[in-house]
């Protein structure tokens, strides 16, 4: 079974800058995608990226394009969440996520992914 392991959240003013790492183990398949999600407190969890496991496909939630940056190190199985200019809402607990196969980078919001780390808190003040 693929573990997921996030890291990297913590407390920023608004403005700054945070990494998130998600890095995985035992994985057994070649193909797949990775997606970063969040959600705080009393709201469905939101699709914020995700990227085709070679980094060619990519795909953005609207609400963070231009401020966040998602990339891939496949040396290190790890994939990250660069978020730059952040906002008091981008408070949340971030989850990274993979999705065994091939998928269009259109579809990625809607996928079901297959296995889920277990969290990192980001917490944005104003």
């Known amino acids: 079974q693929v573990q997921l392991v996030e890291s990297g959240g913590t407390l920023v003013q608004a403005g700054g800058s945070l990494r998130l790492s998600c890095a995985a183990s035992?994985?057994?398949?070649?193909?797949?995608?990775m997606g970063w999600f969040r959600q705080t407190p009393g709201k469905d969890r939101e699709f914020v990226a995700a990227?085709?496991?070679?980094?060619?496909?990519?795909a953005y939630a609207d609400s963070v394009k231009g401020r966040f940056t998602i990339s891939r190190d496949n040396a290190k199985n790890t994939v990250y969440l660069q978020m730059n200019s952040l906002k008091p809402e981008d408070t949340a607990v971030y989850y990274c996520?993979?999705?065994?196969?091939?998928?269009?980078?259109?579809?990625?919001?809607?996928?079901?992914?297959?296995?889920w780390g277990q969290g990192t808190q980001v917490t944005v003040s104003s």
């Open positions: 996520a993979i999705k065994r196969g091939y998928y269009t980078a259109s579809s990625y919001p809607d996928l079901e992914f297959d296995v």
């Open positions: 035992r994985l057994t398949f070649s193909r797949y995608v």
């Open positions: 990227i085709s496991w070679g980094g060619g496909s990519i």
